[in-house]
């Protein structure tokens, strides 16, 4: 059985004593479940707060984006050494917005995925269509395209490892969410694709999140669905109260 994996992405929001706080707060009441699981993936400046904020605790801490090299000539960028000294255990991989704005690409994906496994650290590997390509009823083949170049030349057990976000674009941020059947037919051909680059029983390992305008009032039905392992939030997640609820959806 998969766990669910609730992840919160606090985007460019807070300042370092909000971080501490919520910290604080999340961390004294974080349900004691196994089978569930809780991230904050935060901005950099506050990582090494949070990480010791969070010792002792089931809150994991991860990072919003990385860079593939180790050391270099890449300035204004964080390297997958510097995130795993610093406790980081997750980092968001291919987010749109990181798509859309920072000129990532399905390659470079792919090289910070591998960069990840090579540093032990878990990726969340973001995956998504616009409302013009779902309109055109090109989801599909685009999420195809996406998940298989993402993951290309990893062994079975990193993928098994791999967590995948489904994000359709068209539901970031803008309170319209996919309905559960929609995000969950999404994710069933994730699943599906994984199968079909992957060895026997590999696809049934994958966490796959999805994300979109999740929050406390919609994610019982979200994680009810057959393919949906938890969820990756943005809004919902930089207040403790509503983080709390989403993770403890996970423990039904």
């Not at 406790?87 to 792919?110: K, L, P, Y």
């Not at 069933?188 to 694709?193: D, E, F, K, P, Y």
Request: aromatic share 4%.
């Amino acid at each position: 059985m998969r766990n669910k994996v609730i992840a919160g992405n606090w985007k460019m929001n807070k300042v370092l004593s909000e971080a501490d706080q919520f910290a604080d707060s999340v961390t004294a009441s974080l349900p004691n479940d196994d089978n569930a699981e809780a991230i904050v993936c935060a901005p950099f400046p506050f990582l090494p707060s949070l990480v010791e904020k969070a010792k002792g605790s089931d809150l994991k801490i991860g990072a919003q984006n990385m860079h593939f090299e180790e050391s270099g000539a890449f300035t204004g960028e964080v390297s997958p050494v510097m995130l795993k000294d610093l406790g980081v255990t997750h980092v968001v991989i291919g987010h749109s917005e990181r798509r859309e704005h920072f000129a990532e690409t399905d390659e470079t994906v792919n090289q910070k995925v591998h960069a990840a496994f090579n540093h032990d650290l878990t990726p969340i590997v973001c995956v998504g269509e616009t409302l013009e390509q779902r309109e055109a009823n090109e989801t599909m083949n685009h999420i195809e395209n996406q998940v298989q170049k993402g993951l290309q030349g990893l062994s079975d057990e990193q993928v098994s490892s791999t967590i995948i976000a489904y994000e359709p674009i068209w539901a970031i941020g803008t309170g319209r969410t996919a309905s559960s059947e929609e995000a969950n037919e999404v994710c069933t051909q994730i699943r599906n694709i994984v199968q079909d680059i992957t060895s026997e029983n590999v696809a049934e390992k994958v966490v796959i999140q999805y994300g979109g305008s999740v929050k406390p009032a919609n994610i019982d039905e979200l994680l009810s669905q057959s393919d949906i392992d938890g969820a990756l939030v943005g809004g919902a997640s930089l207040e403790p109260a509503s983080f709390l609820q989403l993770v403890e959806a996970g423990t039904k």
